[in-house]
C-alpha cells in the first residue's frame, strides 16, 4: 500500500481567512513533502520534515506554516494568503527519513483557490 | 544550479507505436532517477524509479539510463490513448531535494 491521502480536496479561502490542509499517510515512511505545483509547471518543493523534524524550508513565506504532529500526519496552516498562491498543493512521503534517494508517493493534492 | 531538462511537447504518437520520452540532467552525481506520469488536474504518479545504469523492464514501460552521458529515457511500447499525459523527470542524488523537469506531454491519437 503506497497510500498518502490529503484533506480537503478543494479548498477555496479568502485572503484574511485562516486554514489548514492536512496530509496523513501509513506506511510508516519517515520524510514528508509538501510540494506547490500551478498550471503546466512542475511541482515546487515547500518544505520537508524528516523524523518528525523540518529540514528544508525551501524560503517559503510566512503566511504558509508546516506542522508534523507524529510520524504519520504533516499539516499545512495558511494564514494571509494572496491570489496568486491559489495552486495544486501536494502532499508526498518517502521511506527514508535521512537519505533523499528513496521514492516519493504522492497525494492525490488540494486544489487550493484564494479570493 | 542543477537542472533537468525535458522536451515539453507535445509528442503525439499513434496508437500501437513506441513513444521515447527523453531527459538530461546536469548534475553528475545525481544517484536516483523517476519518471511520474500526471494526468491533467491530478498529482503525479511513480511510473518508474531506476539507480543503475542499463534497462529496467515494467510491462509496457522501460526506462534507461546512461550517466556517462547524463541521460535517462522513458520508452512506453504498445501506447494507448490512456497514457495521454505529462510525464515528468526527476533526479536527486543523496541530501537534496528532487529536482523535476518541467515534463513532457504525451497524446496518443486513436
Known amino acids: 500500500d503506497t497510500e498518502v491521502t490529503q484533506t480537503p480536496k478543494h479548498l477555496v479561502m479568502g485572503m484574511t481567512n485562516k486554514k489548514s490542509l492536512k496530509c496523513e499517510q501509513h506506511?510508516?515512511?519517515?520524510?514528508m513533502y509538501w510540494y506547490k505545483q500551478k498550471a503546466k509547471k512542475p511541482p515546487e518543493l515547500m518544505f520537508v520534515?524528516?523524523?518528525?523534524?523540518?529540514?528544508i524550508n525551501e524560503s517559503v513565506p510566512s503566511r504558509f506554516s508546516p506542522e508534523c504532529p507524529n510520524s504519520s500526519l504533516l499539516n499545512l496552516h495558511l494564514h494571509a494568503l494572496q491570489p496568486e498562491d491559489s495552486a495544486l498543493y501536494l502532499c508526498?512521503?518517502?521511506?527514508?527519513?535521512?537519505?533523499?534517494?528513496?521514492?516519493?508517493?504522492f497525494g492525490p493534492g488540494t486544489r487550493l483557490t484564494v479570493l | 544550479q542543477k537542472e533537468v531538462e525535458q522536451n515539453s511537447g507535445p509528442l503525439s504518437v499513434p496508437e500501437g507505436a513506441i513513444a521515447s520520452l527523453n531527459c538530461t540532467y546536469s548534475?553528475?552525481?545525481?544517484?536516483?532517477f523517476f519518471w511520474y506520469r500526471q494526468y491533467s488536474g491530478k498529482s503525479p504518479e511513480l511510473i518508474m524509479s531506476?539507480?543503475?545504469?542499463g534497462d529496467k523492464e515494467d510491462g509496457r514501460f522501460t526506462a534507461q539510463l546512461n550517466k556517462a552521458s547524463q541521460y535517462v529515457s522513458l520508452l512506453i511500447r504498445d501506447s494507448q490513448p490512456s497514457d495521454s499525459a505529462t510525464y515528468l523527470c526527476?533526479?536527486?542524488?543523496?541530501?537534496?531535494?528532487?529536482?523535476f523537469g518541467k515534463g513532457t506531454t504525451l497524446s496518443v491519437s486513436s
Open positions: 508526498a512521503s518517502s521511506q527514508s527519513g535521512a537519505v533523499y534517494t528513496d521514492t516519493q508517493y
Open positions: 506506511m510508516g515512511h519517515r520524510a
Open positions: 520534515y524528516s523524523y518528525e523534524k523540518l529540514s
Open positions: 548534475d553528475r552525481v545525481s544517484q536516483s
Open positions: 531506476i539507480y543503475s545504469n
Open positions: 526527476a533526479v536527486n542524488q543523496a541530501g537534496t531535494a528532487l529536482i
